[in-house]
């Protein structure tokens, strides 16, 4: 989509709206804190001097920008700043626009207080890095921080200051299009990753002119929403909340993220966006976050629907509930918002004027902490904007992140790594396309200029193979859905030909092929938000495109590219090599290639398990046992015993899945002791021996299970990970410390606790592993 934000048409129309409705109307990574403020002199004196409209106003992020990510725009923005109506605004894009913005606030409007600039600055900024499910199946933090970080400074040289990010939600249901946006299904992976966005985006000191204050969403527990329908119903007991689903945001807020942003679902019956015991007791009392929380969207005007009352009651619930900044309220499509009603609700007594200083407090604060009232133009260097976004370096750690996130799901006699040599015919809707390579909620990302597929592989294989094309099929037979699932201009144009001509090209080349690989699965909008799924395996025509280059006979690979979990049984079972590369960002063609061909072993491990069908949803690794587990593990139904008549218990690829070229062998399992006390360690080894004939990395994973407890407990927790390097030939020991702290849990009091008894601990390769070791947690 934004590429059309270059469009000058767009920029020009802005631009003008917003100076015309002036003119027209002229007649540590620290959070921010109320409580132990360091600005809470400076703020208290601007407060002094505010009207009761420009407070309201500083609550107000309205929507006027190039992107629009929901269904509202504002409109008189301009004049709206002047009169101190606006606290922020969100997606709008480059330093000449954003600078001609807070020049209103700063130089036009009475009280000169600048605006914040946010944006949805979720994969990487224009050079953009996989999404999110992506990433996070690299395991690797550092390199995720380091995306974060890189985006940071792309971003603010391009003078955004506040980001909405990271997306922590946690999710066990791949009809939910925005597992795509998140970290998978684990807690404690979730949490390292929540922690390293947050440092990477606002490393220890929010007022440089490089970092970006983050905002963790959607607050809380989104991803489960029912049936994976967006923006559902939640209903959770709060022991599973606890335990399975909170602990991420709760990493991001310890990691000192600066705001937060409430979600769209209700809460134990109460809409986040107005749940008092979510943004007030849990948040702030029991966590101690001290920044401010941002509606999403026009989440307090969905309270109506939701049943929470009028325009007055909305706004009053959610601003006494802990809302201090309302997004997209101001727009046309919503009616309830601060700036609409807040006044009214405070003429009858709903909110107190306390509550509106404490809001507005704590925006201004958020302003003094990066470093706004100092100078507002501190993220408005077009000098920097142009030599520090989108650079060559950026793109090549975009190749390199690329590569690292993709999985090897299958690999049959070795068919991959790939040679360079004879003729390699690349079949598929997604071999030959720019724009869907970034994926979704990558609003800002050049995409036309990302690297194709086609592209990618000419360079690698230069003239050392003979490649062939052909786009073998569109996304899918219905172009009503395939109209659905195109957002942000993020297109995969309708071939005229019809499917048979598409197919026969497709099939003339691949007879003349030694080796095809098939590039296909969901475009970019198939899955993000609003795109949940009732199928989720490869579109039909696509899968018929598949099971005919089969039947040629020739080898095939298959390229999936996806933003959720697919069910992928047939093709588990037909295709022989299955790289799931998800949309790899600005260099997808490269990165996919370095894999194809060897130059990068594939490392990446599913965050998120792979079902066999629709039917087994949710499923997840760390699951109960319940009364009646099954006694075998082949699979064989046993009656009533927890299973099905017509499918397996297990999925078709688990958490933590992944293969690698070469082969690693683990022994020498070792544990320290068999009993520790409450303030013992234990140390947990392994050996792990590169026995293949490649270099390569391995995720390797410890999961613990408390056997015995006042609750029941999952079979199986990840509680630390490491990945290592290993040379061909090499064998490397790893060692992991587990403390009683690794052991504890939310008992059915909500006291966070380790219970003496027996646990085991598990090491291995995924999620599955069977490697296990005992030992006594004493008094
Ligand atoms: C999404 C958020 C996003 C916001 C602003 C909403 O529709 O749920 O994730 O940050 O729009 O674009």
């Not at 335990?243 to 979600?263: C, F, I, R, W």
């Not at 986040?272 to 849990?282: F, H, R, S």
């Not at 598949?546 to 080898?555: C, Q």
């Amino acid at each position: 989509m934004t590429n059309q934000l270059t469009s000058k048409f767009v920029i020009l129309a802005i631009i003008t709206l917003i100076f015309t409705s002036c003119k027209t109307e002229t007649n540590s990574a620290q959070s921010s804190s109320v409580d132990k403020n360091p600005y809470a002199a400076q703020v208290d004196s601007i407060l002094a001097l505010m009207t009761f409209e420009e407070k309201i106003g500083q609550l107000n992020l309205p929507v006027s920008g190039d992107i629009t990510t929901g269904q509202g725009t504002s409109s008189n923005v301009g004049k709206k700043i002047k009169d101190g109506l606006v606290g922020g605004m969100f997606n709008i894009k480059s330093v000449e626009k954003i600078k001609a913005v807070q020049k209103i606030a700063v130089e036009e409007s009475r009280l000169k207080i600048p605006l914040l600039f946010g944006m949805d600055v979720i994969h990487g900024y224009e050079t953009t890095f996989p999404i999110p499910l992506g990433l996070s199946s690299s395991w690797d933090l550092e390199l995720i921080e380091k995306t974060a970080r890189m985006a940071a400074t792309e971003a603010s040289a391009d003078g955004i200051n506040w980001t909405f990010s990271p997306m922590v939600d946690i999710s066990r249901d791949p009809r939910w299009g925005r597992v795509s946006e998140g970290n998978g299904e684990d807690p404690y992976l979730g949490s390292r990753i929540a922690e390293a966005m947050v440092k990477g985006y606002q490393q220890d000191d929010l007022s440089k002119n490089n970092t970006l204050m983050s905002c963790v969403k959607h607050f809380a527990l989104y991803g489960a929403s029912e049936a994976g329908r967006d923006y559902n119903t939640v209903d959770m007991s709060k022991i599973r909340m606890y335990n399975e689903y909170l602990e991420p945001y709760k990493a991001a807020v310890d990691a000192g993220v600066g705001s937060v942003m409430a979600s769209f679902n209700e809460i134990d019956g109460v809409p986040a966006t107005g749940n008092k015991w979510l943004l007030t007791e849990l948040l702030r009392d029991d966590w101690g976050f001290n920044g401010f929380v941002v509606t999403d969207y026009t989440g307090i005007y969905e309270m109506m629907a939701h049943g929470m009352g009028s325009e007055e009651q909305v706004v009053s619930q959610a601003l006494n509930a802990g809302i201090d900044m309302d997004m997209a309220g101001d727009s046309r499509v919503a009616s309830a918002a601060f700036i609409k009603s807040l006044k009214g609700a405070y003429n009858k007594g709903l909110v107190s004027m306390v509550e509106i200083d404490t809001a507005v407090k704590r925006m201004l604060t958020a302003k003094y902490e990066l470093g706004l009232f100092e100078d507002p133009y501190k993220y408005c260097d077009s000098e920097r904007a142009k030599k520090e976004v989108f650079t060559t370096e950026n793109r090549a750690f975009a190749r390199k992140v690329g590569a690292e996130s993709m999985v090897l799901l299958k690999n049959e006699n070795n068919l991959l790594p790939l040679k360079k040599e004879g003729t390699i015919a690349l079949i598929g809707p997604l071999a030959n396309n720019a724009v869907n390579m970034a994926g979704t909620w990558s609003v800002a990302t050049q995409q036309e200029k990302s690297n194709p597929f086609l592209s990618g592989l000419k360079t690698i294989v230069g003239n050392t193979a003979n490649i062939l094309y052909a786009k073998g099929s569109n996304i899918d037979y219905d172009l009503e859905l395939e109209k659905r699932a195109t957002m942000f201009n993020k297109d995969i144009p309708r071939d005229g030909r019809t499917d048979k001509q598409l197919l026969d090209e497709a099939l003339s080349i691949a007879k003349k092929a030694d080796v095809i690989i098939a590039a296909i699965g969901e475009s970019a909008e198939f899955s993000g938000e609003s795109s949940s799924r009732t199928e989720i395996g490869i579109p039909q025509v696509q899968k018929d495109l598949l099971n005919a280059l089969l039947k040629t006979g020739k080898p095939v690979v298959l390229v999936l590219f996806t933003g959720r979990p697919l069910e992928l049984v047939e093709e588990n079972e037909n295709v022989p090599a299955i790289l799931n590369v998800w949309f790899p960002g600005s260099e997808a063609g490269l990165a996919i290639s370095d894999v194809l061909f060897g130059y990068v072993n594939p490392s990446g491990k599913l965050t998120a398990t792979f079902p066999r069908s629709v039917g087994q949803i949710p499923i997840f690794y760390n699951h109960k046992n319940t009364g009646r587990p099954l006694s075998n593990e082949e699979g064989q139904f046993e009656k009533f015993k927890s299973n099905y008549i017509d499918e397996r218990n297990e999925p078709l690829y688990p958490f933590g899945y992944g293969l690698s070229y070469t082969k690693f062998d683990y022994s020498n399992f070792k544990i320290s002791t068999n009993s520790i006390n409450m303030d013992g360690t234990i140390d947990v080894s392994v050996d792990v021996t590169n026995s293949g004939d490649y270099d390569g990395k391995e995720v390797v994973q410890l999961y613990i299970r408390d056997v015995v407890g006042s609750v029941t407990r999952p079979l199986k927790e990840l509680k630390g990970f490491q990945k290592i390097e290993i040379k061909k030939g090499e064998t490397k020991s790893v060692t992991f410390k587990l403390s009683v702290e690794d052991l504890k849990f939310y008992n059915s009091d909500l006291d966070f606790v380790a219970e003496p008894g027996k646990f085991h601990v598990f090491v291995g390769t995924d999620s599955r592993t069977k490697m296990m070791k005992e030992f006594q947690l004493t008094k």
